[in-house]
C-alpha cells in the first residue's frame, strides 16, 4: 500500500521541486547577485509569515480534517475561511513592511504590493496542497504541486521577455500564477458551508491551537534553521553574497528535500489513519516501513552529488556563479540530506504520537546552533565558515533527535537494512571515484549511470532474498 500510495504521488513529488530548481537556475541567468540575494531574502519573509500565521492551522487540518462526520466537517471549514482570511492580512502587512526595511531605496511601492499579493497567495496554495493530502486527493495535491511553480516559471519567462527583468516584475508573474489556480483548488475542495459571515468555532479553534501552536513554534525555528544563514550573510558579507550563494545551496537542498518528498509524502496520511483507527505502534509501524526506501534514495544521492557537483554546476549555472555553486554544492546535498532525514522521519514519528512540545524543544536546540556556528563561522571564514557552521549545527541537532527518537520508539530502521544500504553507498563510491574522468557532454550522463548502476546492484546482492518477495507481493496485489 505505501509503494502505491508513493506511486501515485510520484508526479507531483518529482516535478514539483524540479520546477523549483529550474526557478533557482532561470533567475540566475536573468538577475546578478544583488538582486537574487534580495529575491532570496524577501521569499524567505514569505515564508516566515505564512509560518507564523497560517501553518498551526494547516497542521490542524492534516492530522485532524473529519471525514465522517458531517456536522464537524461544516464546522472546521467556516472556522478555516475565517482564519484564512485574518492569516492573509497579516501576511500582506507583515510582507510589505520587511521589504521597505531589507529592499532600502529597492523597496518601492510597487516592490512592496507585489511582493504581499505573491507571498499572501503562494501561502493559501500551499494550504490548499496540504488540505489535498489530508483528504488524500492526489489529484489536487499534484496540481498545487505542480501548477503554482510552474505556472509562476512560466509567466516569469514571459514577463522578463517582455518586459524589463526585475523583482517587482518577478513577483507580479508569481502572483498571477497563483491567483489562476487559487480558484480551482477552492472549488474542487468542495468546502462545506454555510459562508454567510466569517466565524470560529471556538471548541475547534482551541484544538487547532492546542495541537499547532508548539507545530508551528517548531515551523518557527525550523525556518530560523534554513533561513537564518541568508540574513547572517546578508549582515555580514552583502547581498550579492547571498546571490552567490543562493543558486548552489539552493540547488543541493532542493535535490535533498525531493528525495525526501518522493520516499515520504504518502506516508504521514497514512501512518496518521492507521493510528487514529488502529494504534499508534500500527501508526509507527508505517514509519518504520518506509524507513529503507527513505535512507535508500537519500545516500546515493549525497554521494552523487560529490561526483558530479562540477559538471553540474557548468552545465545549469551562469559564468558568475558556476565556481560557487561547484563548491557548495556537495556541503549544501549533504546538510539538506541530514535535515530531512530527520524532518521526514525522527520528527513525523514524534508528530504522530502527539508530542509538540518535544519537537519544539528539538527545533530550538538547533535554531540556536545554527545561529551561534553560522555567526561564528562567518565572521571568521566568511561564505565557507557560514556554511560550515550550518552543517556542524544540523548534524549535532539530527544525533540529538535520532537519540530521543530511539528512547522513545526503538531505531526508526532496522540493522540489516542500515548496513545495506551503507555497504552499498560504499560501492557506489568506490565505483565512482574509480570511473575514468572523461570529459566533454557525457562525464555528467555517465557517473550517474555508473553510480545509479553500482549501487543497485549491491542492493540487489546484498537483500536479494528480501528483495524478490517483495517484487512477487507487490505482483500478486497487481
Not at 462526520?69 to 510589505?96: H, K, N, Y
Not at 534553521?225 to 549582515?235: A, G, K, N
Not at 527513505?294 to 559538471?311: Q, T
Amino acid at each position: 500500500m505505501i509503494l502505491r500510495s508513493t506511486a501515485l504521488y510520484l508526479p507531483a513529488s518529482l516535478l514539483g521541486p524540479l520546477l523549483q530548481l529550474a526557478t533557482i537556475i532561470v533567475l540566475a541567468h536573468w538577475l546578478p547577485p544583488a538582486a537574487l540575494g534580495l529575491y532570496a531574502l524577501i521569499v524567505a519573509v514569505q515564508d516566515l509569515t505564512q509560518i507564523a500565521t497560517q501553518s498551526w492551522w494547516s497542521q490542524y487540518v492534516l492530522r485532524y480534517l473529519d471525514g465522517r462526520d458531517e456536522a464537524l466537517r461544516r464546522r472546521q471549514d467556516v472556522t478555516e475561511i475565517a482564519v484564512l482570511a485574518g492569516s492573509a492580512a497579516a501576511q500582506a502587512a507583515l510582507i510589505a513592511a520587511s521589504v521597505a526595511w531589507l529592499g532600502g531605496q529597492s523597496g518601492s511601492p510597487e516592490l512592496m504590493a507585489a511582493a504581499a499579493c505573491s507571498g499572501v497567495l503562494r501561502a493559501t496554495l500551499t494550504h490548499a496542497a496540504i488540505r489535498a493530502r489530508a483528504a488524500q486527493a492526489i489529484g489536487l495535491h499534484s496540481l498545487a504541486q505542480l501548477g503554482g511553480p510552474g505556472l509562476s516559471l512560466a509567466f516569469t519567462l514571459i514577463a522578463f521577455t517582455a518586459m524589463q527583468p526585475g523583482l517587482t516584475t518577478l513577483f507580479w508573474a508569481v502572483a498571477l500564477a497563483h491567483a489562476l489556480l487559487l480558484p480551482i483548488m477552492l472549488h474542487r475542495l468542495a468546502y462545506r458551508g454555510p459562508f454567510q459571515s466569517l466565524r470560529f468555532d471556538r471548541a475547534i479553534l482551541r484544538q487547532a491551537l492546542g495541537y499547532g501552536l508548539f507545530t508551528t513554534l517548531g515551523a518557527g525555528l525550523s525556518w530560523v534553521t534554513l533561513q537564518s544563514m541568508r540574513f547572517i550573510i546578508d549582515v555580514t558579507l552583502g547581498a550579492a553574497a547571498v546571490g552567490l550563494v543562493f543558486v548552489g545551496w539552493g540547488i543541493g537542498q532542493r535535490i535533498a528535500t525531493q528525495i525526501g518528498v518522493l520516499a515520504t509524502t504518502a506516508i504521514f496520511p497514512l501512518a496518521a489513519q492507521r493510528a487514529r483507527e488502529e494504534t499508534l505502534a500500527a501508526g509507527l509501524g508505517v514509519m518504520r516501513s518506509a524507513a529503507p526506501l527513505f535512507l535508500g534514495l537519500l545516500v546515493p544521492a549525497v554521494i552523487g552529488v560529490f561526483a558530479i557537483a562540477e559538471p553540474l554546476a557548468l552545465l545549469v549555472a551562469p559564468a558568475p556563479y558556476q565556481a560557487m555553486t561547484a563548491a557548495i554544492l556537495p556541503m549544501a546535498t549533504l546538510t539538506g540530506a541530514i535535515r530531512v532525514f530527520r524532518n521526514h522521519l525522527l520528527d513525523e514519528m514524534l508528530q504522530l504520537d502527539a508530542k509538540p512540545g518535544l519537537m519544539a524543544r528539538l527545533d530550538l536546540a538547533e535554531a540556536v546552533l545554527t545561529i551561534l556556528f553560522c555567526l561564528i563561522g562567518a565572521l571568521a571564514g566568511g561564505i565557507w565558515g557560514a556554511l560550515l557552521g550550518c552543517l556542524a549545527a544540523t548534524s549535532l541537532a539530527t544525533a540529538l533527535a535520532l537519540v530521543v527518537t530511539v528512547r522513545l520508539y526503538g531505531w526508526p530502521i532496522a540493522f540489516r537494512d542500515l548496513v545495506t544500504i551503507s555497504v552499498a553507498g560504499l560501492v557506489m563510491a568506490a565505483a565512482l571515484a574509480s570511473a575514468p574522468g572523461a570529459g566533454g557532454p557525457w562525464s555528467l550522463p555517465a557517473s550517474i549511470a555508473i553510480g545509479g548502476a553500482s549501487y543497485l546492484a549491491a542492493c540487489a546482492l546484498l537483500d536479494r532474498q528480501r528483495l524478490g518477495a517483495m517484487l512477487r507481493r507487490q505482483r500478486a496485489a497487481i
